[in-house]
């Protein structure tokens, strides 16, 4: 069936670093993505999001890349920091429902 | 105050006991859903309720049970628990169904259900 995935499981960057995480998703009628935040003991929380007439978004911090061609969404975390280290997931909708995909973890060093 | 709230956080039970996960949200949001994390992280939609309407069932076995007495509250009913339910439940709202707007889904902290 549809699918959202993850390239790489985990991912150790040095703090200050730029962290870039990415996702493939299958669903050419999928219009809506979104990137959680999971940390640990806590449930997913809301980072950014991006619709399909975009291919581009910013946040603090965060910046959201939307490829439909490729169907690839990729989040790119500036000057990583040691709170960001956490499980990424990409989620994506195409009306009914969240899907999400497997998560990323990501490790920040000093 | 916490927008969804669920209890209680952590879960062991026997084999073959019957559970409840309760939870309740406070954003005013039409739409709860209950999700499993396994081992492996990854969130696997089991439940959504809109206006009191089971609008998904992602073949879950009949054991489990969501209950809503009303729009602010879903919880989660498990019969005769096994040892593959051990996971972390969460449960989550959106504004509307799918959660296509403002913010997708707030999520709860979770519960953590061991079986043993």
């Known amino acids: 069936g549809e699918s959202v995935g993850l390239h790489l499981p985990t991912l150790s960057v040095q703090e200050g670093d730029n962290s870039i995480i990415n996702c493939a998703y299958s669903?050419?009628?999928?219009?809506?993505f979104i990137w959680y935040k999971q940390e640990s003991g806590k449930g997913p929380q809301f980072i950014i999001d991006?619709?399909?007439?975009?291919d581009k978004r910013q946040g603090q911090r965060v910046t959201v890349l939307l490829n439909k061609t490729v169907k690839h969404l990729s989040l790119q975390i500036a000057a990583t920091q040691p709170g960001d280290s956490a499980v990424y997931f990409c989620a994506e909708s195409s009306g009914y429902a969240l899907n999400f995909g497997k998560g990323t973890s990501l490790l920040v060093t000093p | 105050d916490t927008a969804v709230s669920q209890t209680p956080k952590y879960l062991v039970t026997q084999m073959g006991n019957d559970k409840s996960i309760k939870c309740e949200q406070n954003?005013?949001?039409?739409?709860m859903y209950w999700y499993k994390q396994d081992s492996k992280k990854f969130l696997k939609i089991m439940f959504s309720?809109?206006?009191?309407?089971?609008?998904i069932n992602e073949t879950v076995p009949n054991r489990f049970s969501p209950k809503s007495p009303d729009k602010a509250h879903l919880n989660l009913h498990i019969n005769s628990l096994e040892l593959g339910d051990s996971a972390v439940y969460f449960c989550?709202?959106?504004?509307?169904?799918?959660?296509?707007?403002?913010?997708?889904?707030?999520f709860g902290s979770g519960t953590r259900l061991t079986v043993v």
């Open positions: 309720y809109n206006n009191k309407e089971l609008i």
């Open positions: 669903n050419s009628a999928s219009d809506y």
């Open positions: 989550a709202s959106s504004q509307e169904f799918g959660g296509r707007r403002n913010y997708g889904y707030t």
């Open positions: 954003l005013g949001h039409d739409t």
């Open positions: 991006i619709r399909s007439n975009m």
